[in-house]
């Protein structure tokens, strides 16, 4: 399983782009990158995934870099409401594995 | 549609009891996950169940612990003579794919040992 290296806590000005680094040095060809969000007692939350291009959806934007070994995620327009855990996790694009999150980047946007 | 559901949403026993935590994922989800997740500390993978297959138990603390999916569906998470350190969120979850999916989680089961 490849491991994650993320900072421990951001902050960002409401508003204003967040972007959210994740380094997983050790990621196969095979693992695609995902990233999910905890929000204050809730059940973490998929936000958007990858594997070798970038993508965008109406949460976020992922950017991933050619050797594939980070990315990052970008909130374009931060709101209060994003301020969560984040994480960042390689995953398997086929085949039966757990799912295992690191420690996760703590985001607090300000007014 | 229904998301992942657990019961129940909370739950205080006694050190030494056995508690059973209930998990229902999204129907027609082949992969079903539980984790917990203690105060301020990140998410701690427990059993994963994908279909027919063998369960990946490797999460397991201890013996005290286990866990079965009956039918392919609904799974009971069951903690036997329940110690304070315990205490925590039980998280569920469930895929739709085999690995590569997006995993939908449930709102959690908060669990307090006295």
């Known amino acids: 399983d490849a491991k994650t290296t993320q900072p421990p806590s951001m902050d960002c000005a409401e508003g204003r782009a967040a972007n959210l680094p994740c380094n997983h040095s050790t990621i196969s060809g095979n693992e695609y990158v995902y990233w999910y969000r905890q929000i204050h007692s809730q059940g973490p939350q998929y936000i958007i995934h990858g594997l070798k291009n970038n993508e965008t959806n109406e949460m976020a934007s992922l950017i991933i870099t050619e050797d594939r070994k980070s990315s990052t995620l970008i909130l374009p327009h931060a709101t209060l409401r994003d301020t969560a855990v984040y994480y960042c996790?390689?995953?398997?694009?086929?085949?039966?594995?757990?799912?295992?999150f690191g420690q996760g980047t703590r985001l607090t946007i300000n007014p | 549609g229904a998301g992942v559901s657990q019961s129940p949403s909370n739950k205080v026993t006694e050190k030494g009891k056995d508690v059973e935590l209930r998990c229902d994922p999204i129907s027609g989800h082949t992969a079903l996950y539980w984790y917990r997740q203690s105060l301020g500390q990140g998410l701690e993978f427990l059993i994963y169940?994908?279909?027919?297959?063998?369960?990946?138990k490797s999460g397991l603390p201890s013996d005290r612990f286990s866990a079965e999916r009956t039918g392919g569906s609904v799974s009971t998470l069951t903690i036997q003579r329940t110690q304070q350190e315990d205490s925590a969120v039980y998280l569920c979850?469930?895929?739709?794919?085999?690995?590569?999916?997006?995993?939908?989680f449930g709102p959690g089961t908060r669990l307090t040992v006295l």
């Open positions: 979850a469930s895929s739709l794919e085999r690995g590569g999916g997006k995993v939908f």
């Open positions: 996790t390689p995953t398997l694009i086929q085949g039966a594995q757990k799912l295992v």
């Open positions: 169940f994908q279909g027919n297959s063998a369960p990946d």
